[in-house]
T-cell receptor
Framework: DVKVTQSSRYLVKRTGEKVFLECVQDMDHENMFWYRQDPGLGLRLIYFSYDVKMKEKGDIPEGYSVSREKKERFSLILESASTNQTSMYLC?????????????FGPGTRLTVL | GENVEQHPSTLSVQEGDSAVIKCTYSDSASNYFPWYKQELGKRPQLIIDIRSNVGEKKDQRIAVTLNKTAKHFSLHITETQPEDSAVYFCAASIGSNYQLIWGAGTKLIIKP
């Protein structure tokens, strides 16, 4: 059974703080994703990684960076948090075997920036 | 850029009736179309997917149809039950790098 975990369910930070969100998967998946979910906007891709140390920008990368030093771990960094980054953040992972496959999601981190 | 449009944004149906959610996509190279269900406070989970080499796929009460010429695909839920109440998202693959582009979601309400 695939398990994707995220470091926090709820997080409250102040404007200008550096914020780290961590995601860990236990199924040896090659692909990992960071999304933010806002009402009426669906899931928007922030960054994507298809291998260790590899990353690609998604639709809304501004204000974010990522790190993938180990295959199982994908971190999202908000260099200087702003109030418009208040959102639900979802991590997901998928296998590359045979093409597109199911994305397995973590429970999400609800971030509030004050 | 590429996009996926999903309609309706809210759908209310009587328990036992059918529900249909429709999506259109813009990237003619898209070849994978999953549907995810997100219950309140839970993570999205895959319920069914379809690849471009088939036109329809069924799994018990749910089915997905794909029209590649018109670039649209639909989710059909028959004999709806209270546990079908959730937000449903469609998505389409873009490029060759395992990314998906997502619809905005449909809130399905099942009335008793």
């Amino acid at each position: 059974d695939v398990k994707v975990t995220q470091s926090s369910r709820y997080l409250v930070k102040r404007t200008g703080e550096k914020v780290f969100l961590e995601c860990v998967q236990d199924m040896d998946h090659e692909n990992m994703f960071w999304y933010r979910q806002d009402p009426g906007l669906g899931l928007r891709l922030i960054y994507f990684s298809y291998d260790v140390k590899m990353k690609e920008k998604g639709d809304i990368p501004e204000g974010y960076s990522v790190s993938r030093e180990k295959k199982e771990r994908f971190s999202l960094i908000l260099e200087s948090a702003s109030t418009n980054q208040t959102s639900m953040y979802l991590c997901a992972s998928s296998s590359s075997a045979g093409g597109h496959n199911e994305q397995f999601f973590g429970p999400g981190t609800r971030l509030t920036v004050l | 850029g590429e996009n996926v449009e999903q309609h309706p944004s809210t759908l209310s149906v009587q328990e036992g009736d059918s529900a249909v959610i429709k999506c259109t996509y813009s990237d003619s190279a898209s070849n994978y179309f999953p549907w995810y269900k997100q219950e309140l406070g839970k993570r999205p989970q895959l319920i069914i997917d379809i690849r471009s080499n088939v036109g329809e796929k069924k799994d018990q009460r749910i089915a997905v149809t794909l029209n590649k010429t018109a670039k649209h695909f639909s989710l059909h839920i028959t004999e709806t039950q209270p546990e079908d109440s959730a937000v449903y998202f469609c998505a389409a693959s873009i490029g060759s790098n395992y990314q998906l582009i997502w619809g905005a979601g449909t809130k399905l309400i099942i009335k008793p």
